[in-house]
């Protein structure tokens, strides 16, 4: 090993701060930056807007049938006490935020919520499967303790209270899904969109 | 004229310590990185496009997918080293943000970072930025369950942005998630962006480097005036090539021993999918382990919020990063210290500084082991609840305890190294 004199170091290239044409360059720099960002939130804020039409609603309306995965309808005799399944807008399977879970309550189970006595349908209540945390699907369901559990973060909602957070870190229940039965066919139908946007939360979503 | 300018380059002198070599193994890495990227990228298809799976693996015949998740699981599994190529890539990506974690440790608790080497302290903290961001995305590009799953935390996070979250979340997906051609604008990112972006950031930090000399330990016979130390030609640059073929070596070795983001067990992204237990890569449980454990606090405002992610996903990472950034500003305050230096402190000579880093050290290490509360529940037999209340204890108890510990300890280790007799200096707080 060597030891020797470290040497002075050569100023950087282009002077010092006190360099006047040089502060005005940056003070130029700055001004035009600042003209950018000024456009840029402007078109921000309006783009904000728009997106926030989009998230507000989804492919759900009233009478529109419920399918599964596989695009069949879903009737309103079938399925087991407990049984859970993936749901979507007919016409729009696999639109990711109409994804819903449609729980089949076990006898005597019933969900309360104000204003949605007429949201169930022979047994069955049916939720956003988007989790109000941070968007991930819902898809762990407890059946003993009635409850929805995301696996992301482990919020977990109550299905027989209106999935309200019982638990984790989501603040919101997930919205829920008004069913009614097809008189005709007897296949579980939409009574419209869900009760409030899905997903995750943003600026503008109780406007 | 350009012999002269390689023969001074080579009496250069370059101090020698053990923890120098931090450094330079985040640099072999990003140079593995590079190299496995590049080979990868001839095989990968940053395609959205839906294919149904007819290759040779049982599981997924018949499975709808995108083009990109089967080149990815044609490649893992076909046979000629591509899954050890792959992960390799994912090795030198943990092994990358990890050297840099403790190079930065190194600087901090050594003072590397004081005048005249602020600015390139700021040019490290945006390095550790940008690999964190860009191994974010690498993640993804997989297009399997759990890559995507992540893509929908990093959307949710900058929708939750307030006033223009919504349109910075459509801006980056092209959309309402998922978006249009997720895999191809984040292959762009992880791709071109940030590995330009990187680039450009590593080439000035070795370049102040050179410019500045690096740093030294303090030594009876060493000053700030001198330097000390091998010269690059021969005996640095041979120990620096030396190790630079056991970093491939160990990468490699890795990368083909050691199995990492099996995707083909994980199945391909669908928007109704998800997996248990779900998690990020080490060096981002520490947010995770926040979105889980922090109580949910959002802010609503008359018919606007600010949704619980923003403060957890957002807010506290930019925040940890303000704090790196201005780290050097505020201990330059505390101490009134202006003066350049060239010698490194001991971290014990720095109780406050230690006991600070420490404590900020073991927020996230509580927070990191928190993103696996679910695991450790199973493992432990402990429910959820119980868990996430743990965590929060601990989170309120552990930084503070091993900042005081470190604190009573670089004190007294301080203390014993100054000769008996000796009359006391101001005190190093």
């Known amino acids: 090993p060597v030891e020797e004199e470290r040497h002075a170091r050569p100023p950087l290239p282009g002077g010092g701060p006190g360099d006047a044409g040089r502060r005005r360059a940056l003070v130029l720099a700055g001004a035009g930056a600042l003209v950018v960002a000024a456009g840029a939130l402007r078109w921000l804020l309006g783009a904000s807007r728009r997106a926030e039409g989009a998230l507000s609603s989804t492919a759900w309306r009233p009478g529109v049938p419920l399918v599964d995965e596989q695009g069949r309808r879903v009737s309103a005799s079938s399925g087991a006490p407990g049984a859970v399944v993936t749901v979507w807008p007919e016409g729009h399977l696999g639109d990711d935020d109409a994804q819903a879970v449609l729980v089949h309550l076990g006898p005597g189970q019933a969900v309360t919520g104000p204003g949605r006595q007429e949201w169930t349908a022979s047994g069955f209540v049916a939720y956003s499967r988007l989790c109000t945390h941070m968007g991930c699907p819902v898809a762990l369901y407890q059946v003993e303790a009635n409850?929805?559990?995301?696996?992301?973060?482990?919020?977990?909602?109550?299905?027989?209270?209106?999935?309200?957070?019982?638990?984790g870190p989501a603040r919101r229940p997930l919205p829920q899904l008004p069913l009614a039965v097809d008189g005709a066919e007897g296949v579980l139908v939409a009574g419209g969109d869900f009760s409030a946007p899905v997903g995750p939360g943003y600026w503008g979503r109780r406007r | 004229m350009a012999r002269r300018a390689m023969a001074t380059a080579g009496r250069k002198v370059f101090p020698d310590h053990w923890s120098f070599l931090l450094g330079?193994?985040?640099?072999?890495?990003?140079?593995?990185?590079?190299?496995?990227?590049i080979a990868l990228a001839f095989v990968f298809?940053?395609?959205?496009?839906?294919?149904?799976?007819?290759?040779?693996?049982?599981?997924?015949?018949?499975v709808e997918?995108?083009?990109?998740?089967?080149?990815?699981?044609?490649?893992?599994?076909?046979?000629?080293?591509?899954?050890?190529?792959?992960?390799?890539?994912?090795?030198?990506?943990?092994?990358?943000?990890?050297?840099?974690?403790?190079?930065?440790?190194?600087?901090?608790?050594?003072?590397?970072?004081?005048?005249?080497?602020?600015?390139?302290?700021?040019?490290?903290?945006?390095?550790?930025a940008l690999a964190l961001l860009t191994g974010f995305a690498g993640v993804a590009l997989p297009d399997d369950v759990l890559g995507g799953t992540g893509a929908r935390i990093g959307y949710a996070s900058v929708l939750s942005v307030p006033v223009v979250g919504p349109g910075l979340a459509f801006w980056v997906f092209g959309g309402e998630f998922p978006g249009a051609q997720m895999v191809n604008r984040l292959w762009l990112f992880h791709v071109f962006v940030l590995p330009l972006a990187i680039a450009g950031a590593f080439g000035s930090h070795l370049w102040l480097l050179w410019r500045q000399t690096h740093t030294q330990m303090p030594g009876p016979w060493r000053r700030d005036r001198s330097i000390a130390g091998d010269r690059l030609w021969p005996r640095h640059l041979a120990r620096t090539s030396a190790l630079f073929a056991v970093v491939v070596a160990v990468l490699g070795a890795l990368g083909a021993t050691v199995q990492v983001n099996p995707v083909w067990l994980h199945g391909p992204f669908d928007e109704g999918a998800a997996t248990v237990p779900a998690g990020p890569d080490w060096f981002l449980m520490w947010i995770e382990g926040a979105l889980r454990i922090v109580p949910a606090v959002g802010v609503e405002l008359g018919s606007f919020e600010v949704p619980s992610p923003f403060f957890v996903g957002v807010a506290l990472p930019l925040a940890f990063f303000a704090l790196l950034y201005a780290w050097p500003l505020i201990e330059e305050r505390a101490t009134g210290d202006r003066a350049e230096h060239h010698t490194l402190e001991r971290p014990a000579d720095r109780p406050v500084r230690a006991a600070l880093g420490s404590t900020a050290l073991s927020v996230l290490a509580v927070l990191g082991l928190a993103a696996n509360h679910d695991y450790l529940g199973s493992v432990l037999g402990v429910s959820i609840e119980d868990m996430t209340a743990a965590f929060r204890l601990l989170l309120v108890v552990v930084p503070p305890s091993v900042g005081a510990v470190v604190f009573v300890l670089a004190r007294q280790r301080s203390g014993a190294r100054r000769p008996a007799g000796a009359r006391r200096r101001a005190p190093a707080a």
């Open chain 2, 65 to 128: 997918m995108s083009r990109a998740y089967r080149s990815v699981v044609d490649l893992s599994l076909g046979g000629t080293a591509g899954l050890a190529l792959r992960q390799t890539h994912h090795w030198a990506a943990l092994v990358f943000v990890g050297a840099i974690a403790l190079h930065a440790c190194r600087v901090f608790f050594t003072g590397a970072f004081r005048r005249p080497r602020r600015l390139n302290w700021s040019i490290g903290v945006t390095l550790l």
């Open chain 2, 24 to 37: 330079e193994i985040a640099a072999y890495s990003l140079v593995v990185l590079f190299g496995t990227g």
């Open chain 1, 147 to 167: 409850v929805l559990v995301c696996p992301c973060h482990q919020a977990t909602f109550d299905v027989l209270r209106g999935a309200r957070p019982v638990l």
């Open chain 2, 45 to 62: 298809d940053a395609s959205d496009a839906r294919v149904v799976y007819d290759g040779d693996y049982e599981p997924l015949a018949g």
